[in-house]
């Protein structure tokens, strides 16, 4: 089941909070560096949990990892990770902080070699899940299929964000750049 029809199911407030990310940022590109590390952290962060706690704690989650800041979270010390693993308004999983944390430093060198994170993926573009799960098991960590594939879909660059139906899906292919409609 797609996204879209799921939330036609919800009702009230829980209908809103993930309308609200269904409408806005679901398969939409995104061009700063910081937010792509921000959507793969939230989602290596799900694994094993809902789509929801995540969107209820994504503020929670901006605050304490300085609204994703990739060079303030790549220089994370000891004392930031237990700071982390303290905070009830994040999911508190040391494989997951620790993630961040070298990720944060991943994407500094690929920033280096490639320019941004973004230059570094529309590099690898285009692929297959199984190629693009390769890919990111080579270079992240925590990156196993679900999470590289709803990253990856999160970000308009695989296909199934959104039914074709769906209004939103219309929208997306307006705001899409030509390389990514046509790879």
């Avoid at 937010?35 to 304490?64: D, M, P």
């Avoid at 994370?76 to 905070?87: F, G, P, Q, S």
């Avoid at 990720?103 to 920033?111: E, P, R």
């Avoid at 990156?143 to 660059?157: D, K, R």
Wanted: proline share 2%.
């Amino acid at each position: 089941m797609s996204y879209c029809i799921s939330i036609e199911n919800m009702t009230g407030d829980r209908k809103e909070l993930h309308k609200a990310y269904h409408d806005k940022l679901y398969g939409f590109p995104i061009h700063d560096d910081n937010e792509l590390f921000c959507r793969l952290v939230l989602e290596i962060n799900q694994a094993g949990l809902s789509w929801e706690t995540i969107l209820k704690k994504e503020k929670t989650f901006r605050k304490a990892y300085h609204n994703f800041n990739i060079k303030k979270v790549a220089a994370y010390t000891e004392a930031d990770r237990e700071r982390l693993l303290a905070d009830a308004g994040i999911i508190r999983n040391r494989l997951k902080v620790n993630a961040a944390i070298e990720n944060a430093k991943t994407i500094l060198l690929l920033q280096k070699e490639f320019g941004s994170f973004e230059k570094w993926l529309e590099h690898h573009h285009p692929k297959t899940k199984e190629e693009w799960v390769k890919v990111f098991k080579k270079t992240f960590k925590f990156t196993g299929g679900e999470i590289v594939n709803e990253f990856l879909m999160s970000i308009g660059y695989l296909p199934g964000a959104h039914a074709a139906r769906c209004s939103v899906h219309k929208t997306i292919l307006k705001t899409k750049p030509m390389w990514l409609k046509t790879k």
